[in-house]
């Protein structure tokens, strides 16, 4: 596979449902309301220059690149933040906007260093780009002018140097780190040409908040915020996707390679567990693909206390399908079986299962989830009828209130949890059960509407207690029972759940959480509109 | 007992007032003489600050402008009866720097105590309110918009189509910010009106509040004004004692509050939706519109965000009725407006005068020429971002459209004159310099173009011939054009307004030679 950029559309996509027409360069093109100019245009294959719109971002309106001119309208405004309306009639290539185009870029280069043949970002740089698009031919102004060109280098994190002598302040990686990631580290500093970008409040990456999640590497438009890995083996050539191997998020990368060694790996915008983030893990962790002590040859060995020997594959297969078929022979058709992971793919688990199915010929399939999870899959089983999640991860951009148990997303699941603040800045609600004050009581931007911070051991107590409060105060869903549950166990089971002993007030004591602190949290989740449901280990790995 | 009146205004106060206080205090109790000193705004003319007035038989008179060795004098001239002095200014009212204005918004301020709401109400003051309080939100909005009352921020737009919009608006909350960030250099209206007569600007945001829909006021004080804080937290607290501010005001069933909110101490934050984004205690950066404040504004909630005199301006209008208002002002400039003057000129100070007198009538007949005694040179209207004004441009009628079309702009009415001596290209370098130091930095044409700029003056400035000189005049055309068009708000926009015009006067006076610089949107 080449090299290929995930496509820009600009702007972030627009959910509306009612749609717009309008002319672009003489072209009709139908979108969604609420879309920008430019993203319409991009939808037609029409690239307006810009430099800080980048589609995982909101508009921001900064470079000034992307101006464009519309009938009926003054000026040149900008086609990042200027939504479309119904017949509009847009030019995106004019000589005014050309000549403008151009006085922007001039300004922009005569404060570059002019480095691009030995910049690591040299064929991936979209400042380059721009240039090349206006016909940039001269900067008229010299370079003698008040330049950033020695501002010196942040090389503090492992994974990323920031380099300000290349940086034009768009704020796209200020803008990652607040919209995508949600963790607030960086900002501009100063006004005006002084304006900069600064890791806390002027601290070394390596010393502020930062996570290393990479996002602003990946927002970056130039060299400014660069891999280190790329710094060293240059801009890799051809990349491979692939879902990531640590936690049970499975975000998708891409694994850009040069031959078979990996340069960076880049999360892949159309994986639908991490659309285009990552985190530090994943992003930037991956030192154990090349490394020395990876076994990458079957190896085999009669007895424990004999040494591995490396055999080929066909021998390693040979034997082990010739040992499995003995022991069948021997102990029955079900003396055999797998256990597959939860760090691997659907794809993996299926074909191990797969295997067991049709090849051992038994249904002794098993995965480490099901012992980890076995209380919360047992419940799910016997009252939904599948042992799984019934919400995708999309979904919490729905969720107006959320109820997080045992789970400590962000430090368990980032970019889950990133995912999750994001939806909390919006408004949304969230109630933190756990016995430790997690980030998500309590951090930048966001702020639990409740913490019960259970006593350890607890949980039963309180669901059930949460339950009491529901059908005591008759905030039942009475409409889905009556539609879903079965009438007579649903009756037993409020016969049980309204006894004394699940009261909160009876509770209390055990969860060492006030009762009335139950009843507010039990109410707000009961009367959100779309309540969601969010637990981890926490509630499940207990015997 | 003779009432003084010593104004407690940042000018005045400037000036020693405090220490003329204690000077007459002094000489009072020394000569055993019974006095209260009463604390009013300043009326505006700066020239005759510290101006001391006594109230005698129900008269203003004036002494000024007094320092503190000249109380002894004053008292042995009897000042107190109206005793004859070099510094006697005779009835405030006769004076013709305050005969020839027509005072509507700023009618009280110098008049009154300034934080009496008893003497507000004796000169007409919550008169408005009342009228509000018995109107519909439509009905108030109606006579805004009949009135013609337009920004006085500098913007110009027309505040009953704001209020229209966010009245309009379906929204939880909605908010009115008082823009009192005021920051163009030359312009002090902001300051006089609130020092000396906040309850007037009180007054205007709660009717904004009810014409609207708005339970919460917002009041953006630019940092450099200390005292003028002081004096605002002191109204905002006898206001809500009285209650006129709070859960329903007057036993109506409107309520509406007023926060008063320190700005970041940036120019920038001026600029409406930079000083929202500072008011919601962010780094004080343009937003980009669309949306509008009046539809996503504080919090993204419909807000109006008006300039302090535009609000000050609502309770005159409610009062008295569109009709009297409308009829000052001409053409699309209905009503007043505050110029303040100042630069070279020998009488500076703000001047309420309806829309319609020439720039060279009001400099005339207020200022009483330059300071230096010089010719004038040049006018700067319209604050830092405003065109120099020279020759037959001063007989341009001071409103709007007349500013607009002569390439320039009204803004926030401040004037600035210079005489015939200013070094016409250092302004224009120090308008680049100004856009470089105050721009936020978002966006590039500002950013660095304003950097740029200093320098291809400086090169102008230096060029050692023709064709090199030439050369950067057109590089700084150029910019100027991308500046223009490019920039995300007016910083940007308007820079090459003064440098455009400030060049040009350079030009004709250096060169006389118009080929070197192109055709401008200059008259």
């Known amino acids: 596979m080449s090299l290929e950029k995930d496509l820009d559309y600009g702007t972030p996509e627009s959910l509306c449902q009612e749609l717009i027409s309008l002319e672009i360069d003489g072209h009709q093109v139908v979108v969604p309301e609420g879309t920008s100019i430019m993203r319409a245009a991009k939808q037609l294959g029409t690239s307006i220059p810009k430099l800080c719109a980048t589609d995982s971002l909101e508009a921001f309106g900064s470079c000034r690149l992307c101006l464009v001119e519309i009938e009926g309208r003054r000026g040149t405004p900008a086609s990042c933040t200027t939504p479309v309306e119904a017949g509009m009639i847009v030019h995106t290539q004019t000589q005014k906007l050309a000549k403008l185009r151009k006085g922007v870029m001039e300004l922009y280069i005569s404060d570059h260093p002019l480095d691009c043949l030995t910049c690591s970002a040299n064929g991936d740089c979209e400042l380059q780009d721009m240039a090349g698009t206006v016909g940039l031919r001269d900067v008229r102004y010299g370079y003698q002018g008040d330049n950033h060109l020695n501002a010196t280098r942040d090389n503090s994190n492992p994974y990323f140097s920031f380099d300000p002598s290349k940086c034009i302040v768009c704020s796209r990686c200020v803008r990652a780190c607040d919209e995508v990631q949600g963790t607030f580290a960086l900002t501009i500093s100063k006004r005006g040409f002084e304006s900069h970008v600064s890791a806390g409040i002027e601290d070394s990456f390596l010393d502020s908040e930062c996570v290393s999640c990479g996002a602003c590497v990946q927002a970056c438009p130039t060299a400014t915020l660069m891999e280190k890995t790329v710094i060293e083996h240059g801009v890799p050539e051809h990349s491979i996707e692939t879902t990531c191997a640590y936690c049970g998020v499975g975000c998708t990368f891409n694994a850009e390679m040069k031959g078979d060694q990996v340069v960076r790996m880049v999360p892949a915008k159309s994986g639908k567990a991490n659309e285009g983030h990552a985190c530090v893990k994943g992003r930037f962790a991956w030192g154990y693909a090349s490394h020395k002590e990876r076994i990458l040859k079957p190896m085999l060995r009669s007895s424990i206390d004999d040494p591995w020997r490396e055999v080929s594959w066909e021998e390693a297969i040979q034997f082990t399908a010739k040992k499995f078929r003995e022991l069948q022979q021997e102990y029955g058709r079900k003396a055999i079986g797998g256990i597959s992971s939860s760090r691997a793919t659907n794809e993996e688990v299926f074909v191990v299962q797969k295997l067991v199915r049709a090849a051992f010929e038994n249904n002794n399939i098993d995965t480490c989830a099901r012992v980890c999870h076995s209380p919360t899959g047992f419940g799910l089983n016997k009252t939904l009828g599948t042992s799984a999640g019934t919400q995708d991860f999309i979904s919490v951009e729905s969720a107006d209130v959320i109820l997080l148990i045992g789970a400590n997303p962000t430090d368990a699941h980032p970019v889950f949890a990133s995912r999750m603040k994001k939806r909390l800045r919006e408004g949304a609600q969230i109630i933190v059960v756990d016995p430790r004050r997690i980030d998500l009581v309590e951090s930048p931007h966001i702020k639990a509407a409740a913490h019960l911070a259970i006593l350890p051991g607890t949980n039963v107590a309180l669901i059930n207690a949460f339950a009491h409060i529901i059908v005591e105060e008759d905030l039942v869903d009475w409409d889905y029972v009556n539609h879903r549950c079965d009438k007579d166990l649903f009756e037993n089971w409020l016969a049980f759940i309204k006894r004394e002993q699940n009261s909160p007030s009876y509770v209390a004591k055990v969860l060492g959480v006030e009762a009335e602190t139950l009843r507010k949290a039990a109410r707000l989740y009961a009367r959100a509109e779309r309540a969601a449901i969010y637990y981890g280990l926490g509630v499940t790995a207990h015997s | ?523």
Not at chain 2, 319 to 333: D, I, L, P, Q
């Open chain 2, 1 to 523: 007992m003779t009432k003084i009146y010593l104004p407690r205004e940042t000018t005045t106060l400037s000036l020693g007032v405090e220490e003329l206080i204690s000077a007459i205090e002094h000489e009072a109790a020394a000569r055993g003489i019974a006095i209260q000193i009463l604390r009013n705004g300043s009326r505006g003319a700066a020239w005759l600050e510290p101006l001391l007035e006594i109230d005698f038989n129900g008269k203003r008179l004036g002494y000024g402008p007094v320092t503190a060795s000249q109380i002894q004098s004053l008292f042995e001239a009897d000042f107190l009866n109206a005793g004859e002095h070099e510094l006697k200014l005779g009835e405030i009212s006769d004076i013709p720097w305050f005969k020839q204005q027509q005072r509507l918004t700023f009618s009280r301020c110098g008049e009154i105590e300034s934080l009496s709401i008893d003497e507000y109400k004796k000169h007409g003051g919550f008169r408005g309110l009342s009228a509000a309080l018995k109107s519909s939100s439509k009905d108030i909005i109606n006579i805004i918009l009949d009135s013609g009352l337009r920004g006085r921020g500098g913007a110009a737009f027309p505040a009953g189509i704001k209020w229209q919009t966010v009245a309009d608006a379906d929204a939880d909350s909605k908010y009115i910010v008082c823009n009192a960030d005021e920051g163009d250099s030359g312009t002090f209206s902001d300051r006089l009106l609130m020092e000396g007569d906040s309850y007037c600007l009180i007054e205007g945001m709660i009717i904004a509040g009810i014409a609207v829909g708005a339970e919460h006021g917002f009041i953006y004080l630019r940092s450099e004004y200390p005292l003028t804080k002081i004096i605002l937290e002191e109204a905002l607290i006898k206001a809500r004692a009285a209650g006129y501010l709070g859960n329903t005001i007057q036993d109506s069933i409107h309520n509406f509050d007023i926060h008063l909110h320190i700005g970041a101490g940036a120019y920038i934050c001026g600029e409406e939706t930079s000083l929202l984004e500072s008011l919601e205690g962010k780094r004080g950066q343009i937003r980009f519109k669309p949306p509008l404040p009046a539809l996503k504004g504080l919090h993204g909630k419909p807000t109006v965000v008006n300039n302090v005199i535009t609000l000050a301006s609502v309770p005159v209008i409610l009062a008295k009725g569109a009709e009297y208002y409308a009829n000052f002002g001409r053409g699309k400039s209905l009503g007043t407006m505050p110029f303040q003057l100042s630069g070279n000129v020998k009488h500076g100070g703000l001047v309420e005068i309806s829309f319609g007198l020439t720039l060279r009538e009001v400099i005339e007949n207020f200022a009483g020429g330059t300071y230096t005694g010089k010719a004038i040179g040049a006018v700067q209207v319209g604050g830092p971002l405003g065109a120099y004004f020279s020759g037959k441009q001063l007989d341009t009628p001071l409103d709007y459209e007349s500013f607009s079309a002569a390439g320039g702009m009204l803004g926030h009415g401040g004037i600035v004159v210079f005489d015939d001596g200013v070094d016409y290209l250092e302004q224009a370098r120090f308008a680049m310099e100004f856009c470089s130091v105050e721009s936020c930095g978002k966006c590039t044409p500002c950013r660095i173009g304003s950097v740029r700029g200093v320098e291809v003056i400086t090169r102008i400035r230096t060029a050692e011939n023709q064709s090199e000189r030439s050369e950067q005049y057109d590089l700084l055309e150029d910019l100027c054009e991308t500046m223009e068009d490019a920039s995300l708000c007016a910083m940007g926009g308007l820079t090459p307004m003064p440098v455009r015009s400030a060049v040009k006067l350079h030009q004709l006076l250096t060169e006389r030679t118009d080929e070197t610089m192109r055709p401008t949107n200059e008259s």
